[in-house]
């Protein structure tokens, strides 16, 4: 069974439902029956056209749940007037699903979550671990989303800038390692620029490029992460770093700065350096302070913290990360690091382990329980 195939179609089979009427939470129901049959009958009998197969299925799967039994008659009309099954245009509906979920009946956060949920196949829990809160807040959020678009027509697109935020939080999961969701997040934005000339497009296309191309030297073989400073450049793709700081650079000299824009100068200083010593903290740190006021965001005030610690020394550092709330995600990895720069190896050691227990993913606890074993083996800590 084919299951990248089954995720890529899926897109296109809902927006297909939709389009016919059904409301989005009845469709999404009726898709996913049709890819529990697809698991069950493609491996044995396949069919010659895949899309086209599921289309008449799902559809199907809504009419038997919409329809009660004192209207069976009404449902049988239907189905009858179904076009019969046959070959489906190969189109690529998933960039225009993406703008539908973003309705302007939700606010922009609650058609965010709906569309990671919906089309970015990214799950509750990690779509909670990208806003901040708890799992059960947004599982609540995500349901009011859908009880509001339940019975309205998708026929009103939502913004860009909604579905630049869905792109960018699909492409960071993916980018984790957690679900491999980079790639595809990166065609749509790819598709997105050569529809809508906007410097953010652009900005966000840059920003992908610019952290897909250090991809492959994020990980060791035996796939345990491997932290910025000490990954191999020479493993980096510079076709696309190449590729990310022109788009960028366009978008720059246009002189209506956002926050993707400024995300991508600071990939690409990065990206720009031929070893870690040689990256350009004192520009990172200008750069963060125009993301801060753009965004007022603590996730950009804490990588800006270790940027200073980076620029100004530690103590800097640890004064500005001094300023966030500690019970932000990453904020005691942060200052575990800022205390072993600082030459507190005691206390740094036990920052690593408490932030090991905090980590999001098994390969970040993996990197930090190590850190503070490293630390933990010197003698006099």
Request: with cysteine.
């Amino acid at each position: 069974m084919d299951e990248a195939l089954l995720r890529r179609l899926t897109p296109g089979v809902l927006t297909v439902l939709v389009r016919r009427g059904a409301d989005f939470a009845a469709a999404e129901d009726a898709v996913q029956e049709a890819l529990v049959e697809a698991v069950r009958i493609w491996p044995a009998d396949p069919p010659r056209d895949a899309k086209g197969w599921l289309v008449t299925v799902a559809w199907r799967k809504f009419l038997d749940a919409a329809r009660s039994d004192t209207a069976r008659r009404r449902r049988e009309d239907r189905v009858e007037e179904e076009p019969a099954p046959g070959p489906t245009p190969a189109v690529d509906d998933t960039l225009q699903l993406y703008f539908l979920c973003a309705h302007p009946s939700l606010t922009p956060s609650s058609a965010v979550a709906l569309t990671l949920r919906a089309v970015g196949g990214l799950t509750t829990r990690q779509i909670a671990q990208a806003y901040l809160v708890p799992e059960a807040t947004m599982a609540q959020r995500i349901s009011r989303a859908k009880r509001t678009v339940s019975g309205v027509r998708f026929d009103q697109p939502g913004d860009v800038a909604t579905v630049l935020r869905v792109l960018y939080l699909v492409f960071n999961e993916g980018y984790s390692g957690d679900v491999d969701l980079a790639a595809e997040a990166i065609r749509l934005t790819r598709q997105l620029a050569a529809a809508i000339d906007h410097p953010e497009v652009a900005g966000l296309l840059a920003l992908m490029l610019l952290h897909h191309a250090r991809r492959a030297s994020r990980t060791a073989p035996d796939g345990s992460l491997v932290p910025l400073a000490e990954q191999d450049r020479t493993r980096w793709d510079t076709a696309a770093i190449a590729e990310g700081v022109r788009i960028l650079q366009a978008a720059l000299a246009r002189d209506r700065l956002g926050e993707f824009q400024a995300q991508a100068a600071i990939a690409a200083l990065h990206a720009d350096a031929p070893t870690a010593e040689e990256t350009d903290w004192v520009q990172i740190v200008e750069w963060y302070d125009e993301l801060a006021r753009l965004t007022d965001s603590p996730v950009v005030r804490l990588n800006r913290a270790v940027a200073v610690g980076e620029a100004d020394g530690p103590r800097a550092g640890l004064a500005a990360l001094a300023a966030i709330e500690d019970s932000l995600p990453r904020h005691t990895a942060a200052a575990a690091y800022l205390h072993e720069r600082a030459g507190d190896l005691t206390t740094a050691a036990r920052l690593y382990a408490e932030a090991a227990h905090k980590a999001p993913n098994l390969a970040e606890r993996d990197y930090l329980t190590r850190q503070a074993a490293r630390l933990n083996s010197r003698p006099g800590v």
